[in-house]
């Protein structure tokens, strides 16, 4: 699926751009961010092995949801200076493009049961 390889993706991105990070976010901000950004490509390849796409879109709603705090998450990396403008362009544009995919294919498989 498309949409889980651009959040793999994005989560390698992320990994590499938070170990630039200042060392007393290890356990905050850090965290955080990997924690988000990876339970998004987790969750789509996990509803991707359940049978039935109510369960599939049920996964799909928390892809989405991480997505929404990785948003925030980004926003508040850049206003404490921890992201240059352009990365944080780059990454911001990227969130809103797998939302997008995520929104048509919950609501592609919400309309089918």
Known sequence: MRVWEQ???LTLLL????KTFPNEEKYGLISQIR????SIPTNIAEGCGKIGDKDFA???NISFGSASELEY????????DYL???MF????TEIIAIKKQLYHLIIKLNAGS
């Open 73 to 80: 998450l980004m926003i508040l990396s850049k206003d404490l």
């Open 58 to 60: 049920r996964y799909l």
């Open 35 to 38: 924690r988000a950004v990876a």
């Open 84 to 86: 240059s403008s352009d």
């Open 15 to 18: 990994y590499s751009q938070t």
């Open 89 to 92: 362009l780059t990454i911001s």
């Open 7 to 9: 959040s793999h993706q």
